[in-house]
């Protein structure tokens, strides 16, 4: 049978997925607009428990759009810009913009 999904269209929605929730969008702009942010510095942003954000900021990472690097004893997270950049690329191309 013939592969009717290619890997662009995977990896399109492997990003769609990890975006799908407002507070994802908010730590993807807010990374997008500085070289990196500490976890902690997060959870002082935003008005979550910080097992919520953890798991937030690990389904970014998981998807490729965020790396954390650890500093002990805080983690340093950063946009991901080779997949963030695929990421939008693959989006204006999917949506024709």
Known sequence: ????IDEKQKRAARYA????????MYILDLL???TC????????????????LSQHLKE?????LIQGEIEAPRIKYCINEKN???AKQLFKSFFKL
Not at 60 to 64: C, E, Q, R
């Open 60 to 64: 970014l990472k998981t998807a490729g």
């Open 1 to 4: 049978m013939k592969e009717v």
């Open 84 to 86: 963030w950049a695929e």
């Open 32 to 34: 997008s607009r500085q």
């Open 17 to 24: 997925k990890a975006m799908g929730h407002p507070v994802r």
């Open 37 to 52: 942010c500490y976890s902690g510095d997060l959870s002082n942003e935003l008005p979550i428990a910080k097992s919520t």
